[in-house]
C-alpha cells in the first residue's frame, strides 16, 4: 500500500492528475491493475489518498507555525511562511494539493475544497483566538474573508515562484507577510478613536 501511494503521488505530483493513467501507475509498482483497482476502486479514490497525505502534512506544519504565536499579526506572519516553507521543501505535495488539472467537479473537486476550507478555518480560527473574547463575535465575519483572501493571494503567488522562481521562497514569504501583516496588526490593535465599516455598513471598533 505505502509503495503504491509513493509510486502513484510521484506521478501525479510530476504529470498531473489529467495525464496520468491507472495502468501507469501499476507498472511503476509491478501490480496488475485489477488488483489495484481492488485496493482504492478507481484514479479518483487513488488521487485522494495521496492529496490526504499532502494536505494532512500541510495542516501539520501551518498549525504547528501558528500555534507558538501570540497575537494576530504574528499569526499570519507564521501561517504564511510555513506555507511557503513546506512548498520549497516538499513540491510534491503541493503539486498533488493544488494540481491545476484536477476536474472541476466531482469527488477529487470536493476533497481538495474541503482541504482548502479547513486551511482557511485554521488561520481564521488562529487570528480569532488571539483577540479578546469580547471582540470575537464582530471580528468573525471579517477575519473568515480576510483568511480566504490571504490563502487565494498565498496560492497566486506560490503558483508565479514555481512557474519564475525569480526570488527565493523566503523572500516570497515575505513579500506577501510585509503587504498584509500591517493592516491586521492595525486592525487588531485598536485605538479609543479608530473605527471601521463593518460588512453589514456599521461602524465597528477596530
Known amino acids: ?109 470536493d476533497r481538495v475544497a474541503e482541504y482548502r476550507g479547513r486551511i482557511a478555518e485554521l488561520v481564521s480560527g488562529s487570528l480569532l483566538a488571539q483577540l479578546p473574547d469580547h471582540r470575537r463575535g464582530a471580528a468573525k465575519t471579517e477575519i473568515e474573508a480576510l483568511s480566504t483572501a490571504l490563502l487565494g493571494a498565498a496560492e497566486a503567488l506560490a503558483r508565479w515562484w514555481l512557474r519564475t522562481e525569480a526570488i527565493g521562497a523566503e523572500d516570497a514569504a515575505e513579500l506577501l507577510v510585509s503587504t498584509v501583516e500591517p493592516g491586521i496588526r492595525e486592525r487588531s490593535n485598536p485605538t479609543p478613536t479608530s473605527t471601521s465599516k463593518s460588512p453589514q455598513g456599521g461602524n465597528t471598533p477596530k
Open 1 to 109: 500500500m505505502e509503495q503504491t501511494l509513493e509510486a502513484a503521488h510521484g506521478l501525479f505530483a510530476e504529470r498531473g492528475y489529467a495525464a496520468v493513467t491507472m495502468d501507469e501507475i501499476a507498472a511503476a509498482i509491478g501490480v496488475t491493475k485489477p488488483l489495484l483497482y481492488n485496493y482504492f476502486g478507481n484514479k479518483e479514490r487513488l488521487y485522494i489518498a495521496c492529496m490526504e497525505r499532502a494536505g494532512d502534512s500541510l495542516l501539520a506544519t501551518i498549525a504547528g507555525a501558528v500555534g507558538k504565536t501570540e497575537n494576530p499579526g504574528d499569526a499570519l506572519g507564521a501561517g504564511v511562511r510555513a506555507f511557503f516553507g513546506f512548498l520549497d521543501t516538499d513540491r510534491a505535495a503541493w503539486a498533488v494539493l493544488f494540481d491545476e488539472t484536477l476536474p472541476h467537479g466531482g469527488e477529487v473537486f
